[in-house]
């Protein structure tokens, strides 16, 4: 554990309106905290801030139009001796790129497990790149808390304009929750040893959730938390989540307990709240390789226009928990019944559940599997080679059923 900060280190980098610093294409680079406010507090839209290694304080940006062609760029000058910030708080901030910097959270007595010490809110045009989100664990709470993940990892709210890339989250209560946002890239992040959310989301549009890697939760198995790698919601919310894509994820328990794995609940609409309205619209989910033993491998609630394609499912055995029955060790396909002009194609699963003859329902060209019978069709032996929990290793069997067939998640044909 790393120690705690001095007071110095903590202070708030603050924004005031004076003059711009830099000029555009330029780069300025910083070596300590106090350079940087200085340097924050009207920086030149296209300005590169690069910082030295050490303890930055509080990121505190607050009525920030960068404006121009060009975001400005704060980054650590060095990948090796990175900058590192205890808290972030954007508010109506535009145009801004943050890349190689750690975000380092330190649990304190008296923190939630629901605290946001990253926040973006009301912002536009913000990027986040090559960038470390780091947690810590509760202390001096509950058993059931103490010792698991603390916090949120990056919380955003009403951002038009987001991009998280390239980047890490571990170690936290919930690693990604944006809401009431659109115009949101997730791309190729690394998100693992969360107590209980991957990725959390409700009320947004145009969505792309691709590359990424959620794996190994780190999860209280004595709390009552139900743990989600994908969540999609709308208890309370006024608007659904529309125009989603999530594509080419790997979705792995690993060595840890099983989670559910895309799961993406329409409360309003199943509890009778809602109708037609508020139905989720235009999601795509596909070429995802799923690794769990949770029976919500893919479950999606009432929606309107619902493509699942291409998409791997299997049992990760090491991940099941004993106390649960065996009907809820397999991850299969769920869709509510309701849903609308749904298309479920090419998929290797276990079982698809909620096609019972709709009209505007396309079910096709999906492969069964099974590790219950060596004996029966689908067997994970005749049809996979090596681990499930080990992704470098887990394949279709070369000269199998599905070698070069074109079904479920092209990433695990035979190399």
Known sequence: MRQFPSLAAVLAVLIVLLPAVGRAGETLRVGSASELQQILKTPSSGLTIELAGGEYGILSLRNRDF??????????????????????????????????????????????????????????????????????????????????????????????????????????????????????????????SMRMDGMNFAGVENVLIESNRIHDFARSPESKDHADMIQFWTKGTETPSVDVTIRGNLLNSGQGLYTQSIFVRNQEVDQGRAGAEMFYRNFTIEQNVIVNAHLHGITVGETDDLVIRANTVVRNARSLDPRKGMGRWTPMIRIAETARNVRILSNVVPKIVGHGGQRDWQVEDNFIVQNNGRGLAGFYGAVFAGDPADPAAFRYRRGGPLDGAGIGAARLQPR
């Open 67 to 192: 404006g121009g062609d060009d975001a400005v760029v704060l980054r650590s000058a060095d990948a090796g001796s990175p900058a590192r910030f205890s808290g972030m708080t954007l508010r109506r901030v535009k145009n801004l790129v943050i890349e190689g910097v750690v975000f380092d959270y330190r649990f304190q007595t008296g923190d939630k497990l629901r605290l946001r010490p990253f926040d973006i809110a009301n912002s536009q045009n913000i990027r986040i790149r090559d960038t470390l989100f780091d947690g810590d664990t509760a202390r001096g709470l509950t058993a059931a808390d103490n010792g698991f993940g603390a916090a949120f990892g990056l919380s955003v709210r009403d951002v038009s304009g987001l991009t998280l890339e390239n980047s890490e989250i571990r170690d936290f209560y919930k690693g990604l929750v944006i809401s009431q946002s659109r115009d949101v890239t997730v791309r190729n992040n690394d998100l693992h």
